[in-house]
């Protein structure tokens, strides 16, 4: 049993740029697989943003190769996302996502976390 809880959402300006946190509760014994961030806005589907596997191997979408970081401390079980360069397209609910066990086949989500980029 695990649970992600995402930080570091808000408001930020055009051109700036956020760090988003995920870590999983105190304690966690479970092992932690690929860890990945999503992002949704309404009326759209939940899009995939960066993977990263427990080696560090890191996969990102398109739209934001070269703007976002995905990293990962795998003491800490947390992965971090760093959004650099903000645009108005970037702003909407963002999730962390992790596989777990042995197996690594089922995924947690988070809540979510709410990243508002104004002109």
């Known amino acids: 049993q695990v649970q992600l809880v995402e930080s570091g959402g808000g408001s930020v300006q055009a051109g700036g740029s956020l760090r988003l946190s995920c870590a999983a509760s105190?304690?966690?014994?479970?092992?932690?697989?690929?860890m990945s961030w999503h992002r949704e806005v309404p009326g759209k589907e939940r899009e995939l943003v960066a993977l990263?596997?427990?080696?560090?191997?890191?996969t990102y979408a398109d739209s934001v190769k070269g703007q976002f970081t995905i990293s990962r401390d795998n003491a800490k079980k947390m992965v971090t996302l760093q959004m650099n360069s903000l645009e108005s397209g970037d702003t909407a609910r963002y999730y962390c996502n992790a596989r777990k066990g042995a197996r690594g086949i089922l995924s947690v989500w988070g809540p979510g976390s709410q990243v508002t980029v104004s002109s």
């Open positions: 990263i596997t427990t080696s560090g191997t890191t």
């Open positions: 105190p304690g966690t014994m479970i092992s932690l697989k690929d």
